[in-house]
């Protein structure tokens, strides 16, 4: 089955505690990218990537750091996460650009 | 500054009318729009999308409308099911790297 995913789909943390949020996406596609959602701004795009070892910054990547070492996998890195990253946050790829973006099922996180 | 505009953030409408979503943009170097569906604890889903080129692409019951020169797109639901309750996001690209979303608009189609 054609899918994104994401992991951890749920999670609680504390400020300055570094963690990962993984993505991966089994269609080969070329086009990865990570946005973030909050009540009343809709979806804001943090990175994308073009492809392997390409990437590049969205409206609000501040805070935030992305690789891409492997077509399938682009994780969302936050160093030192603080209270402002509370949010949804969404992985997606495509084959070449923002046509046709395949969402993943969303990462709810809490920063304390 | 917002550059995607959803100025209504719902919509009520009846099984089997015409639902009308707007949005606007203020960038002219956007050139490719689409409109993704968003059910909740769900991502959201692509749904029809328009390159500026063109001033409508229909999908079945969906059909998407840009007009350029008042910088507006309308996504047309005909008819409307109780399925297509949902919240709708307008997006637009310049360059087909970058997305910007609109806020969304909720739509609740009732029987």
């Known amino acids: 089955e054609a899918q994104v995913t994401q992991n951890p789909r749920y999670l609680i943390t504390v400020t300055g505690k570094k963690l990962t949020v993984t993505c991966s996406q089994n269609?080969?596609?070329?086009?990865m990218s990570w946005y973030r959602q909050d009540p009343g701004l809709g979806l804001r795009q943090i990175y994308y990537?073009?492809?392997?070892?390409?990437?590049d910054k969205g409206d609000v990547p501040e805070g935030y750091k992305v690789s891409r070492k492997e077509k399938r996998n682009f994780p969302l890195i936050l160093e030192s996460p603080s209270p402002n990253q509370t949010s949804l946050y969404f992985c997606?790829?495509?084959?070449?650009?923002?046509?046709?973006?395949?969402f993943g099922p969303g990462t709810r996180l809490l920063v304390l | 500054d917002q550059q995607v505009k959803q100025n209504s953030p719902s919509l009520s409408v009846q099984e089997g009318r015409i639902s009308i979503l707007n949005c606007d943009y203020t960038?002219?170097?956007?050139?490719?729009f689409l409109w993704y569906k968003k059910y909740p604890a769900e991502g959201p889903t692509f749904l029809i999308s328009?390159?500026?080129?063109?001033d409508k692409n229909e999908d079945g019951r969906f059909t998407v409308f840009l007009n350029k020169s008042a910088k507006h797109l309308s996504l047309h639901i005909v008819p409307s099911q109780p399925g297509d309750s949902a919240v709708y996001f307008c997006?637009?690209?310049?360059?087909?790297?970058?997305?910007?979303f609109g806020k969304g608009t909720m739509l609740l189609v009732s029987p």
């Open positions: 960038n002219s170097m956007f050139d490719y």
């Open positions: 997006a637009a690209s310049g360059g087909y790297s970058t997305l910007t």
């Open positions: 997606a790829s495509s084959w070449t650009g923002v046509e046709t973006q395949y």
């Open positions: 269609m080969n596609h070329e086009y």
């Open positions: 990537s073009m492809n392997v070892e390409v990437t």
């Open positions: 328009i390159s500026s080129i063109k």
